[in-house]
């Protein structure tokens, strides 16, 4: 038996924890640069205004009073995400972070299989342990959330999105879920999508029951072993290599666009220098270290897109130490720069990944070493600083140390209350 806990609509969410004035007001929070609404409260998805409507156009409606704005506070995000998760780990046999506001768990009677404990059926348990899960998230952290139960993940996504249509916020799909797996359009159906669509509609398959019911062989000519996992979670059982959250990724990239277009080099050197110290962080998260890695800049275009200018770096051996990334694509970066240019965007992809346990080929002809990539010393203690003290404390001097007028748009950014000192709440 698996759980999906789900923040609801999670950044206006965490935003009202900090701001009580923002409960019950029509809010949305904006995407990068303030561009559009990527997360709205349930007042605000009344008035009718759709995903990603753009800011520009209700800015009216903004000085009028009607609504309120904010910008992405991702620091502050990351750490509600963080603490529901510790809750999770206290409360769940298992706990499978799938996004930063959804995580699938193994409830305490999912690990026999058997839906019966204590007093009162399987289903009767579950939902009492949703609530009471609810519950504390709610009293801890201040995110309402949505619980729902089933055998499978992809089931789980389904009881996830009625369980927010309950009272109490939490479901547990029945035994034959025939009936809601009948109102459900199959490109909604978790790992579908709509890209599938035509596809679906010619071989007949127009709900998530239809998926369930086809054959095999239908199912793959539509959507591959891809397609049939998900069919098959559909009916029940769980493929559990169907989704790999926690696998090692094929590269890490970090990238944004500039608040403003740029138009100095040390612009375009401190953004890319602070992208691949970021990148850098998400490599040894994940345990790894890279082989080289593509670095662009992406022209300024006043319709929107641009030629993108890119540059691939090898490193000298596999690292993950910023330093040494750093020193290889520096030589690499005035070649992007055009001077009159206007640059709207710079990114880092770091390719060749590699465990940094995993023994490698040497090289005959390059000093004896040890047979496997040592991971920098220096940047453990780098990232334990940073984790402790807030993201961007200890950096590298080619990050910039002035002012930086590429940096991401954020107008309406509100505290870091969580995680800065002097960002705190005062209370008079």
């Not at 609530?131 to 139960?149: E, H, M, N, T």
């Not at 479901?171 to 599938?196: F, H, K, M």
């Not at 641009?306 to 020193?327: H, I, Q, S, Y």
């Amino acid at each position: 038996m698996f759980g999906l806990v789900d923040g609801n609509n999670f950044f206006v969410s965490c935003e009202r924890v900090f701001n009580r004035r923002l409960v019950g007001r029509p809010v949305a929070v904006l995407s990068n640069n303030d561009g559009c609404c990527v997360s709205r409260s349930n007042e605000f998805k009344a008035l009718g205004i759709p995903m990603g409507t753009p800011y520009y156009q209700l800015k009216g409606r903004e000085k009028s009073g009607e609504l309120d704005f904010r910008s992405s506070n991702y620091e502050l995000y990351g750490d509600m995400s963080r603490r529901i998760i510790s809750i999770l780990r206290d409360e769940a046999l298992d706990v499978e972070q799938y996004s930063i506001d959804e995580a699938f768990i193994v409830p305490p009677v999912g690990r026999t299989g058997n839906r019966e404990r204590g007093t009162g059926n399987g289903e009767e348990w579950l939902l009492q342990y949703g609530k009471r899960l609810r519950s504390k998230i709610l009293r801890w952290v201040g995110i309402p959330c949505g619980i729902g139960f089933a055998p499978t993940k992809t089931l789980a996504k389904i009881a996830n999105h009625l369980a927010k249509k309950m009272p109490d916020g939490v479901y547990c799909l029945p035994d034959d879920p025939t009936e809601i797996l009948a109102s459900l359009p199959a490109q909604e159906v978790w790992g579908v999508g709509r890209r599938l669509t035509t596809k679906l509609r010619a071989a007949r398959i127009f709900s998530a029951k239809d998926l369930r019911d086809a054959p095999d062989d239908t199912i793959r000519s539509v959507g591959g072993v891809t397609l049939l996992r998900t069919a098959t979670e559909l009916r029940g059982l769980p493929c559990n290599d169907d989704h790999d959250y926690d696998g090692d990724p094929d590269s890490v990239s970090v990238s944004r666009s500039f608040g403003e277009p740029a138009t100095t080099l040390d612009a375009i050197g401190e953004s890319l220098a602070t992208y691949t110290s970021q990148a850098a962080t998400k490599l040894r998260r994940h345990g790894m270290l890279a082989s080289g890695c593509n670095i662009y800049a992406q022209i300024f275009r006043s319709g929107g897109g641009g030629d993108c200018v890119m540059r691939t770096v090898v490193f000298p051996t596999p690292t993950d130490a910023t330093n040494e990334m750093l020193k290889a694509i520096r030589p690499e970066i005035p070649s992007l720069f055009l001077q009159g240019t206007r640059y709207r965007k710079t990114g880092v992809i770091f390719f060749g990944l590699e465990k940094a346990d995993a023994p490698r080929q040497m090289d005959l002809f390059s000093a004896p070493s040890s047979p496997f990539p040592v991971p920098s010393s220096l940047y453990k203690v780098v990232d334990s600083l940073n984790a402790r003290y807030g993201k961007g404390k200890v950096f590298s001097a080619s990050e910039g140390i002035g002012a930086k007028p590429w940096l991401m748009k954020r107008d309406k950014l509100s505290k870091r209350a969580s995680t800065r000192w002097d960002e705190l709440l005062t209370v008079r």
